[in-house]
């Protein structure tokens, strides 16, 4: 097995040419909205979340999702596809570590689609074993209320404030029956970062569904839509939008609600609040001295060390047949072999 490479931390102009190759990367007309940057936000963000302040274990050291055991997390269903994405910048860069990269490409994609700038830091090293990855479990369920958010949330060291702006990133990308069990988008132009998110949280009208797999999501159709629609010759249905419960939990509860009600009214204080409160998150796992050097344990021993490049596919983890809802495994196995046809054909 190739052994992992230790680099010296990159550079700006190097990071400008991967900075490049993200934004690139990012229209992928056969792929969900046709971009990839929601995904790859999501990447970022779970790999992140994992953080807990009280042990100062998880976070964004290390990459760990390249493992089994945290990339066979039900919670991190379907983020194989932003990992293959990713692969291809990684083949051209070698140098880069792949927790450098989960991170910096969701801050180019922020902004790409956008959205604000976001300080970004470099400098985390690849794990070389699993040893340092936290237990499964950590990553929020979209099924639950209030208090589990704050439990999850809490533990990673956000208040109510940073827990409703990081919220704010549901304005992308959708939902995927074979990937959570909730399927939709929340807004309607879901590869636009905006405050639409909150808006619609506080103005449509949202009704509980279940769905046919048995999971229950909310849901708004804009009747008046349909009826326009229906006039239309050929006219598709227009798609409902959705709302997870946790995110209706937001303007239930009332130490939520006024932030809602907050960056549903003003986008930039929203786009000022998410950039630091999404640079705050990157960070967590995180420590570094006085000149910004990182001086976690395995950073310390090993410098900034990248592991050898995985492979260009989306491959399902192994052993991802108890997926969240008990029903990941054959869809994702399907969607893979999609994918990796459409690799075939086309170019990534
Ligand atoms: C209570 C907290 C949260 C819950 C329960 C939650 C849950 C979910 C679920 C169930 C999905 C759909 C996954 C799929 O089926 O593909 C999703 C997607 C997404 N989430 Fe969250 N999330 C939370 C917080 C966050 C945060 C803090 C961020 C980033 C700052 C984020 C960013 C995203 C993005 C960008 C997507 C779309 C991914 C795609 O289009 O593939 N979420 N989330």
């Known amino acids: 097995m190739a052994q992992p490479q230790t680099n010296p931390t990159p550079s700006s102009s190097q990071l400008d040419h991967v900075a490049q190759a993200v934004r690139d990367l990012l229209h992928q007309p056969d792929y969900d909205d046709g971009s990839a940057g929601p995904v790859l936000v999501r990447l970022a963000w779970h790999s992140a979340g994992t953080y807990d302040a009280a042990s100062k274990t998880g976070g964004s050291n290390g990459a760990g999702m390249r493992y089994e055991k945290e990339g ?3 919670a991190n269903a379907g983020l194989q596809h932003a990992r293959a994405f990713l692969e291809l910048i990684k083949k051209k860069f070698s140098w880069i570590t792949y927790a450098d990269l989960w991170t910096v490409a969701a801050v180019v994609a922020i902004k790409e689609m956008g959205g604000p700038e976001i300080r970004w830091r470099g400098g985390r090293t690849d794990f070389t074993d699993d040893n340092k990855i936290p237990p499964r479990g950590r990553l929020p369920d979209g099924a639950q209320g209030a208090d589990h958010i704050r439990h999850i949330f809490y533990r990673m060291g956000f208040n109510d404030q ?37 808006k619609l949280l506080l103005v449509n009208d949202w009704k509980k569904k279940t769905l046919e797999n048995g999971v229950e999501q909310y849901v708004y159709v804009d009747e008046d839509m349909i009826e326009e629609d229906e006039d239309a010759e050929d006219a598709e249905e227009p798609e409902e939008l959705m709302m997870l419960p946790t995110d209706i ?18 986008k930039d204080i929203f786009f000022d609040h998410f950039a630091k409160v999404f640079a705050k998150l990157l960070e967590l796992g995180i420590k570094r001295d006085r000149n910004g050097n990182i001086v976690n344990e395995e950073n310390q021993q090993d410098g900034y060390k990248s592991a050898p490049k995985k492979s260009d596919v989306a491959t399902a983890p192994r052993d991802q047949n108890k997926g969240q809802l008990g029903h990941e495994a054959k869809p994702l196995q399907e969607e893979n072999e999609k994918m990796r046809r459409r690799k075939e054909g086309a170019k990534l």
Do not use: M
């Open 249 to 266: 939990a937001l303007i239930q509860d009332p130490s939520f609600r006024p932030w809602v009600e907050l960056y549903a009214e003003h």
């Open 162 to 198: 940073e827990i409703v702006a990081l919220s704010g990133a549901h304005n992308l990308g959708r939902c995927h029956s074979d990937r959570s069990g909730f399927e939709g988008k929340w807004v309607n132009n879901p590869t636009r970062f905006s405050n639409t998110y909150f």
């Open 72 to 74: 066979g997390d039900p």
